[in-house]
């Protein structure tokens, strides 16, 4: 198996700890596990790393791997620039080797829909397409895995969301005026964030056998695109190509009300991450700025420096061992993503 061109290690002192590049692409996506490591590049590759070394690889035949997600299951979903989404899964003889376990929608599910001409939807101006598929790149993924779904948000302005053990499209939701560039969930909520400067919220209801989502809230309208969302301990926080994210707490009746903003990037933010008190936000001025939160109000402590590309996609994790893990110091493991063709690992103290 090929290795990567360069993993290094740092000593424990540093908060850069590691550091994996590869000449072969830029990196658009990554997801995390407690001990794996997955990255998606421009040129369809899929890499497994486990320890800075890498464990495993596969390949899509097409598109720009622009988001993963790795369900409690360890089926991995990728969603591609071509508008696919894809379902891998490990052999249960060697878990070294990962097969492509399907690809939503269904081929199956592509020539029954499309007899009937009900089921087409105009896409653009003089173009239609099938409603259960994306007609352009997914752009992100989000799995709420309790209700046994999936979400998928697209450039072509729609979510749609997948019902995980039969991978049917259930639903395609009219989102946005514009890409959709974010998708996450929380209980009973689902929260977009689009080129078109609004984060909404949807909530989703069970009717009889039905699922169906409905408006809830439109948080945010500016003019600036929002580029990535997260949610956190009944908080949600947004990103935007102006380098400022803004929060959001949930209230009574689960009404979210605005906080606060705060900006420190000098470029669009392009992602972010949360674990406990902590956010991370990653952005095209090549930095990452580790931010607090103390009651309402967050404080940059941190502002991690080192890609030489804009840093695409953030992961974090908690180390399997928890505090008691690396001496009881108690610090996430944070990755980063670039279009420096690098994934540095931070460790970061949690308090």
């Known amino acids: ?34 001990d794996l490591l997955y990255t998606g590049s421009d040129n369809n590759y899929i890499r497994v790393w486990k320890n800075l070394n890498e ?120 989102a946005h005026d514009d890409a959709v560039n974010s998708v996450t969930t929380a209980e009973s909520l689902v929260f977009t964030g689009s080129a078109d400067g609004t984060v909404k919220v949807w909530k989703r209801e069970i009717r009889g056998k039905r699922t169906a989502h409905s408006l809830f809230q439109t948080l945010l309208k500016q003019e600036s695109a929002v580029t990535a969302l997260v949610t956190s301990h009944m908080a949600v926080y947004s990103g935007s190509s102006d380098g400022a994210v803004n929060f959001w707490e949930m209230g009574d009746k689960k009404l979210l009300k605005h906080c606060e903003v705060f900006k420190k990037h000098r470029l669009a933010v392009l992602c972010i991450a949360a674990a406990g008190k902590l956010l991370f936000s990653g952005a095209a001025d090549k930095k990452i700025c580790v931010w607090r939160r103390e009651g309402k109000v967050h404080t940059c402590v941190s502002v991690l420096t080192g890609h030489t590309g804009p840093v695409k996609c953030l992961a974090v994790v908690e180390p399997s061992g928890g505090e008691e893990e690396d001496g009881g110091d108690g610090r996430l493991v944070l990755y980063s993503g670039s279009l420096d063709k690098s994934v540095k690992v931070w460790r970061v103290p949690r308090h």
């Open 55 to 174: 464990f495993s690889g596969f390949k899509s035949n097409s598109g720009l791997v622009k988001a993963i997600v790795i369900s409690r299951e360890a089926k991995v979903f990728t969603g591609h620039q071509d508008g696919k989404i894809r379902v891998w899964k490990t052999s249960s003889k060697n878990p070294r080797v990962y097969t492509r376990a399907g690809s939503l929608p269904a081929l199956k599910d592509v020539l029954k829909s499309s007899v009937k001409p009900s089921n087409y939807v105009e896409v653009r101006r003089c173009r239609t397409a099938l409603w259960i598929k994306h007609s352009d790149a997914v752009s992100c993924l989000s799995l709420a895995e309790d209700q046994g779904l999936l979400y998928s948000a697209s450039w072509d302005r729609t979510v749609k969301v997948w019902r995980i053990h039969d991978l049917k499209c259930i639903e395609s939701i009219k």
């Open 1 to 34: 198996m090929p290795r990567s061109d360069l993993t290094r290690g740092y000593s424990d002192g540093d908060s850069l700890v590691g550091e994996i590049v590869r000449e072969e692409g830029h990196i658009y996506s990554l997801a995390a596990t407690n």
